[in-house]
């Protein structure tokens, strides 16, 4: 295919509450469709620049945040007061977009604990897009004690903004080394969170993982079988819960968390591409 010409955005938008949020896109000549893009816990949307570019040049304007304390947005570093900030922003984020491209429909592309968000807001705020796709999403509670949890807790209340480990091991990322050396280099990455976000994410995926028959628009969900940080088990729960008949559930074997920098990254975009046809014709018609 003759390689498109593809403008890089830089911006910044205001939460709900003020908080100056970072943002970014990609953008073809001519936008037949628009993908959100919601990264993952420590990350941010610049790791999310090939994802960009591949659609841009296939006619999609792809538009991604940092979550606030992320990346280069304003905020506590990975530190969430309550996980319905987390939608909030997305929600005022889809809304900007929707300003931009009034015409167009969007889809929602959320990875691990962007996966999460994704989910949650299909479930709780049915936002305006025609469908979504989640990579790994976090839709799986790590094993801790009912004594930890206790404990957890109690710090929150009283030291919420307490950093703790947040446990990524960057070997489990990807299966390809220039992927884990970028992320071991990035200053952009963060590899703790607060008490306050990782009790947070352990409340908020307890809810969501059982209530995927809350989501109005189909759903594609995808989850390395290799996965060693995120269960795919999680995944299988809540896609068994969708109700749309699109919803497509594929655990992919071989793959680590993030299935987006995988080597057979190319032949993934291209699966979503083709799933993505028929909602997208759909809401043409």
């Given amino acids: 295919m003759q390689r498109r010409i593809v403008r890089r955005r830089e911006s910044r938008f205001a939460a709900a509450d003020g908080l100056s949020l970072f943002r970014r896109a990609w953008l073809p000549e001519r936008a037949d469709a628009i993908l959100a893009v919601v990264h993952g816990f420590g990350e941010h949307s610049g ?18 945040y940092d979550h606030r304390g992320h990346g280069r947005s304003a905020g506590p570093r990975c530190h969430v007061r309550r996980f319905e900030d987390y939608l909030d922003d997305l929600v005022t984020f889809l809304e900007r977009i929707r300003e931009e491209h009034p015409k167009l429909p969007i889809v929602l592309l959320g990875h691990s604990m962007g996966g999460l968000v994704v989910a949650a807001c299909l479930c709780e705020r049915d936002p305006e897009v025609v469908c979504a796709v989640l990579s790994g999403p976090a839709l799986t509670s790590p094993r801790v004690s009912n004594a930890r949890r206790f404990w957890g807790r109690v710090a929150r209340t009283l030291l919420p903004r307490v950093s703790v480990q947040g446990g990524v091991d960057p070997e489990l990322l990807s299966r390809d080394p220039e992927v884990v050396r970028a992320y ?19 409340s908020a995926i307890e809810r969501t993982r059982p209530a995927g028959a809350q989501a109005r628009v189909p759903v594609l969900v995808l989850h390395g079988e290799e996965d060693r940080i995120v269960s795919p088990e999680g995944s299988r729960e809540f896609a068994l819960t969708l109700r749309d008949p699109h919803s497509t559930l594929r655990v992919l ?3 680590r968390h993030e299935i987006l920098n995988e080597p ?14 028929k909602p997208m014709g759909e809401s043409q018609a």
């Fill in 47 to 64: 790791r999310y620049d090939h994802v960009g570019a591949w659609f841009a040049e296939r006619n999609y304007g792809v538009h991604a």
């Fill in 184 to 202: 071991e280099e990035d200053p952009l990455v963060t590899r703790k969170a607060t008490v306050s976000l990782m009790t947070e994410l352990l």
């Fill in 253 to 255: 074997p071989q793959l």
């Fill in 264 to 277: 057979e990254q190319e032949v993934l975009f291209r699966e979503i591409l083709e799933w993505l046809a």
